[in-house]
């Protein structure tokens, strides 16, 4: 069985980092594409990062670029998000998502089977 658990996020300010886990069990991290989302009230689900299944190319939105990591620990079954210099547009409920093989369009949520229940990040002084 298929299953996300996101973790990390929390109350920041601005200029501050936070690092966002998605543990993954059920699946062989390796095989599957994963991609990190995020959701602001009012707005729709847009994509942040994702890295590919093997061999593992890297993808970030634009407006992330520059601030945020994407890294993949297949022996914990693990993908981080590390956010610096966060900024408080940045502020959004962070999902995780899997879909298994390569994918054309990593940062489109609709490409993806499997969600987390998602984290809060809040960018606030």
């Known amino acids: 069985q298929v299953q996300l658990v996101e973790s990390g996020g929390g109350l920041v300010q601005p200029g501050g980092s936070l690092r966002l886990s998605c543990a993954a069990s059920g699946f062989i991290l390796d095989d599957y594409t994963i991609g990190w989302f995020r959701q602001a009230p009012g707005k729709e689900r847009e994509g942040v990062s994702g890295?590919?299944?093997?061999?593992?190319?890297?993808y970030y939105a634009d407006s992330v670029k520059g601030r945020f990591i994407i890294t993949r620990d297949n022996a914990k079954n693990t993908v981080y998000l590390q956010m610096n210099s966060l900024k408080p547009e940045d502020t959004a409920v962070y999902y995780c998502?899997?879909?298994?093989?390569?994918?054309?369009?990593?940062?489109?949520?609709?490409?993806?089977?499997?969600w987390g229940q998602g984290t809060q990040v809040t960018v606030s002084s």
């Open positions: 998502a899997a879909k298994r093989g390569r994918l054309f369009r990593v940062l489109n949520p609709h490409e993806y089977d499997y």
């Open positions: 890295v590919s299944s093997r061999p593992g190319m890297i």
